[in-house]
């Protein structure tokens, strides 16, 4: 079992930046597939980045790509999403999961079988 506790959440205004981390404990970090999905106000929860165990392969959803990075440090078990150019749209509270068993998990809610409880990420104008 592994226990993902993420940080870096806060306060931000429109075309600033936040990095995200998301800390894994438990098991073997690089045992895991990787992703990062957001959820806003009302709304579903939604695919933002996913990276695969050794970090090579990435993919990200449209309305981020350009903007935001996902990486990760199998040494200190931890994986961040680098948020640039933000927008009053990125508002929603920020998820990390992990896929195991699976080298890439990407964009499939249904491949993590773990996940944090999330970070609050509140864009401004």
């Known amino acids: 079992q592994v226990q993902l506790v993420e940080s870096g959440g806060g306060y931000v205004q429109a075309g600033g930046s936040l990095r995200l981390s998301c800390a894994a404990s438990?098991?073997?970090?690089?045992?895991?597939?990787m992703g990062w999905f957001r959820q806003a106000p009302g709304k579903e929860r939604d695919f933002v980045a996913a990276?695969?165990?050794?970090?090579?392969?990435?993919s990200y959803a449209d309305s981020v790509k350009g903007r935001f990075t996902i990486s990760r440090d199998n040494a200190k078990n931890t994986v961040y999403l680098q948020m640039n150019s933000l927008k009053l749209e990125d508002t929603a509270v920020y998820y990390c999961?992990?896929?195991?068993?699976?080298?890439?998990?990407?964009?499939?809610?249904?491949?993590?079988?773990?996940w944090g409880k999330g970070t609050l990420v509140t864009v401004s104008s």
């Open positions: 999961a992990a896929a195991e068993g699976i080298y890439f998990a990407g964009p499939n809610y249904n491949n993590y079988g773990h």
């Open positions: 990276i695969s165990r050794s970090g090579l392969s990435t």
């Open positions: 438990g098991r073997t970090f690089s045992q895991y597939a």
